[in-house]
């Protein structure tokens, strides 16, 4: 004990003059005495050995308290970087239990500390929080506050007093002063919360930025997927090819009674024997009719595709973008429809064409050949087209014995969600034979054009402009009844004293008549028609009468579509209009500035187009119209687009082709 107090003067002797500037003169040497051995005896507790419980118990106890919070990963990091990195934190404080617990519990490493970002806000966080503070109610006219918290004692009772009788006073400077200090205060803090909107819209901004950014990723990918799939079933359908030619030939070979056998070695005297025979035999044959027949190797058809899964990308675009244009024919389109997005469409035009398109690759696989005028209607059905012409006749195709070999889907990557997609460079000429198996048949007995014509299962009505509609049995190629609409009129008219069954002629056109039957529809033994004196007439086949009639149109029906509920009629009056099936009235309404052509609806929207370079269509569901078509880009760029004469839509897939024979497909 001697030996240590003897030595403690030694060390204090050496003390102060090395650490004078840091202690201080005013400390005496019991002092510094007492601050060594609290040193000593903290050091000692803290790096004795674990074994040893009297040397580490306070700090045990303290961190035995951490333990539910110690479970945590993030937690147990800062807890053993704190001890590894500061020991002297530990040594210099009071070690009490709250210290520890939160100097264990706040502590965070360089590396944190290091990746903090970098804060671009004018304004504190401690300047925020006051701004979010509600403001302090105002005082009433007697000078208190609005809600007591408390029993005031005598000594505020008889400053509130004060402060009455100093109320009728004029204000003093000092309250003025205070006024304009808590008006400036509030000014600053409606800055600080101004800042702190814009500084939130920005980082709205940022994160509607990223999303746009994945989007625009899982989009590709999308397109991706799809390209993957149609070319897995372009191998799916080159398998069944190959395995049907091996089923005929192995059929062939059974049916000569000469079955397939490995291949010999074959003399070469009767292969020269098999040769002269041959050359004779082509000789022969030479000569007779039955050179004109196709060998069974050239007979073999492949299959055209068609699509067992539907692209749903289209879907996800912003309504009104542009997927493609083709410059489909060299004059106005005069009809036009498609099977499903991305499948086959059909088109026709005043220059006596009709071509046929692969739309997932937008180009022409061929030409339907026949007709001797122009084609006016037409349906696409599944592989199926029915197309109705000038000729007066209808002619029948089946589009699966299309010689047809399809290529990769331009449309995949071509641009962002199909705004900036370019017209289409002109379509590499089919082959000429592509097409020569698809006629089936012709239903000639009309004595005009067909006007109009649509087809379910084995029934097809067709209307012409010699005033009758026909009804044909596709099984047998006949028309089975006739339908003289203006008979019905007069039948109408003898029954029902009333102008409305009279014939009205209103139908007018600035360059051209209407067609006297402008549209049908036909579903099972339903027919609807819309003829050019405005009427709507709603047959039944099975009796070939009128039952209903309706009303309303005051110029050439030119348009008409029906679901389980509504139909929905489009006429040259610029009106279109939406009738309840059930009770025969206008369920709505609705009128454009220009005569109504075409027009199409789906679950959701209808589409018309009304003598403009855009596509009408109303959202059924949201309840608005609007536009779209490439008049809305011609008129920002300056130029001008040409007219739309026919629309077609499904699922959100819209077509429509116009008046310079450009066809356009969008989505909706």
């Known amino acids: 004990m001697a030996s240590r107090n003897g030595s403690q003067p030694g060390r204090h002797s050496r003390g102060p003059s090395g650490d004078e500037s840091l202690l201080g003169t005013g400390l005496t040497t019991r002092q510094i005495e007492a601050f060594g051995r609290k040193v000593t005896t903290t050091a000692s507790h803290l790096m004795g050995p674990l074994g040893d419980p009297s040397s580490n118990v306070h700090y045990q106890h303290a961190m035995s308290e951490l333990h539910k919070e110690l479970r945590r990963p993030g937690i147990q990091q800062r807890v053993f970087s704190y001890a590894k990195a500061s020991p002297t934190e530990l040594v210099r404080s009071k070690l009490s239990t709250s210290e520890i617990q939160h100097r264990a519990l706040t502590y965070l490493p360089d590396n944190l500390l290091q990746s903090i970002p970098a804060n671009e ?29 408390r029993r005031l004692d005598s000594t505020t009772q008889k400053l509130l007093e004060q402060g009455d009788q100093a109320s009728n006073e004029p204000p003093s400077l000092a309250k003025l002063r205070k006024d304009r200090d808590k008006a400036n205060h509030r000014l600053e803090m409606m800055t600080v919360r101004k800042n702190m909107c814009s500084a939130e819209i920005r980082e709205i901004d940022a994160k509607i930025s990223n999303l746009n950014s994945m989007r625009r990723i899982v989009l590709d990918r999308l397109g991706d997927i799809e390209q993957d799939e149609l070319q897995a079933e372009q191998g799916i359908l080159e398998l069944d090819n190959r395995i049907e030619e091996m089923v005929e030939e192995l059929d062939d070979a059974a049916t000569l009674g000469n079955p397939a056998t490995p291949p010999t070695e074959v003399d070469p005297e009767d292969h020269a024997l098999d040769h002269d025979v041959q050359e004779m035999n082509e000789s022969f044959m030479s000569a007779s009719i039955y050179e004109k027949l196709p060998s069974p190797r050239s007979s073999k058809r492949h299959k055209p595709t068609r699509r067992k899964s539907i692209p749903i990308r289209h879907e996800h675009f912003e309504p009104g973008s542009k997927i493609k244009e083709i410059q489909a024919h060299n004059d106005m389109i005069t009809a036009l429809d498609f099977d499903a997005p991305f499948g086959t469409m059909v088109t026709s035009a005043l220059d006596d064409t009709v071509r046929v398109w692969d739309l997932n690759a937008g180009r022409c696989i061929g030409l339907l050949e026949g007709h001797h005028a122009s084609v006016r209607c037409l349906q696409v059905d599944d592989s199926i087209v029915a197309t109705g012409s000038m000729d007066a006749s209808i002619r029948l195709w089946d589009l699966s014995k299309a010689e047809y070999s399809p290529r990769e889907n331009r449309f995949a990557k071509g641009s962002e969600e199909g705004e900036d997609a370019e017209v289409d460079e002109e379509s590499p000429t089919p082959h000429s034979s592509s097409m020569q198996d698809c006629p089936l048949f012709t239903l000639e007995a009309h ?49 029902v004293s009333s102008s409305d069954g009279q014939w009205r002629a209103t139908g007018r056109l600035p360059d051209a008549s209407a067609d006297f039957v402008g549209a049908l529809q036909c579903f099972d033994a339903a027919l609807a028609c819309g003829t050019a004196d405005g009427m709507v007439r709603l047959w039944d086949l099975r009796s070939g009468q009128v039952h209903r009639s309706l009303v309303g149109h005051t110029g050439p029906v030119t348009c008409l579509q029906f679901d389980d509920v509504h139909l929905v009629t489009g006429s040259l009056d610029r009106s279109i209009r939406i009738w309840d099936l059930r009770t025969g009235s206008i369920y709505d309404a609705y009128a454009y500035d220009n005569p109504v052509t075409s027009m199409m609806f789906d679950s959701r929207r209808i589409v018309a187009a009304a003598g403009e370079n855009v596509v009408k269509i109303y959202d059924k569901t949201e309840g608005r119209h609007w536009d779209c078509g490439a008049g809305l880009a011609a008129e920002e760029d300056g130029g001008r687009a040409a007219t739309v004469e026919r629309v077609r839509i499904r699922d959100g897939y819209l077509t429509e082709g116009r008046k310079d024979g450009t066809v356009g497909i969008w989505t909706c």
Do not use: M
């Open 121 to 149: 806000n004018t304004y504190s966080l401690f300047q925020g929080f006051q701004a979010t503070i509600p403001e302090e109610e105002d005082d009433d006219d007697d000078g208190r506050r609005r809600k007591g918290h």
């Open 447 to 495: 004595v005009d054009e067909v006007t109009a014509l649509h087809f379910r299962g084995d029934t097809l009505v067709s209307g012409s402009a010699d005033k009758t509609l026909r009804q044909w049995d596709l099984v047998k190629g006949r028309c089975i009844q006739t339908l003289d609409v203006l008979w019905a009129a007069a039948q109408a008219s003898a029954t």
